[in-house]
Structures are given as structure tokens and as C-alpha cells.
């Protein structure tokens, strides 16, 4: 599987922006896919989650109600949709996939996915 993301940039305070990510080689629609991020000096946190046949997403405390995930089973490609960004949201994001479905306590950390994509920066200015 190669995930190739896309997206980031500048944007400010309260503004929005949108990443994609487009996994290719997928052998099976059941797949958990989510997106993370890392900022300077910080270990890998997580934001959001889509498992099984993308009906079911997760979200970490410091996004929700300001993040959405979407999945396309068509094109194998999920949504990162953020809005009311902050300057704390400044950070690179991956996305990473595995095949089947997690459940909720292992999708939440890194360690769970064998594929990642290159990650994109998001840098968000006050």
C-alpha cells in the first residue's frame, strides 16, 4: 500500500484547510484509515479516524467539532476537513493505513498502522 497526501499550507487564525489522502494497492474496502500529527519537539498525536467501511470515525479531544474525516471507497481516499484552525493545530500530518478494521483503542496509536504517507505541513498563524 502508498499513501500519497496532499493539502497543507498557511492559513490563519480561524480559517480552514483541507488534506487528502489517496491509498493505492488496497486489497479489501474494510480498512482502518486516520490521519496524525506531529509538531516540533512532540511525539506523534493522534486526530482522526475512519475504520471498517468508513462508517465509523473518531476524533481526538483537541479537534472535535472542529475536524471532520471523510472516506471515498471508491478512490480509496480520505478527507481531512479543518476548520476554526488554531495556531496549536501548526503541525505535520500523516496519514496512515491498515488494513481491516482497528478497534478504537489501537487506532488511536501510531504503532497500529504499517503504511504512512509522507506528510504535509500545516502551519496556521495568529
Known amino acids: 500500500v502508498q499513501l500519497q497526501a496532499s493539502g497543507g499550507g498557511l492559513v490563519q487564525a480561524g480559517g480552514s484547510l483541507r488534506l487528502s489522502c489517496a491509498a493505492s494497492?488496497?486489497?479489501?474496502?474494510?480498512?482502518?484509515m486516520g490521519w496524525f500529527r506531529q509538531a516540533p519537539g512532540t511525539e506523534r498525536e493522534f486526530v482522526a479516524v475512519?475504520?471498517?467501511?468508513?462508517?465509523?470515525?473518531n476524533y481526538g479531544n483537541s479537534v472535535k467539532g472542529r475536524f471532520t474525516i471523510a472516506r471515498d471507497n471508491a478512490k480509496n481516499t480520505v478527507i481531512l476537513q479543518m476548520n476554526s484552525l488554531r495556531p496549536e493545530d501548526t503541525a505535520v500530518y500523516y496519514c496512515?493505513?491498515?488494513?481491516?478494521?482497528?478497534?478504537?483503542?489501537?487506532?488511536?496509536?501510531?504503532?497500529?498502522?504499517?503504511?504512512w504517507g509522507q506528510g504535509t505541513l500545516v502551519t496556521v498563524s495568529s
Open positions: 494497492g488496497v486489497t479489501s474496502s474494510t480498512y482502518t
Open positions: 496512515a493505513f491498515t488494513q481491516g478494521r482497528l478497534i478504537l483503542s489501537a487506532a488511536w496509536a501510531p504503532a497500529s498502522y504499517p503504511y
Open positions: 475512519t475504520r471498517g467501511n468508513g462508517a465509523t470515525t
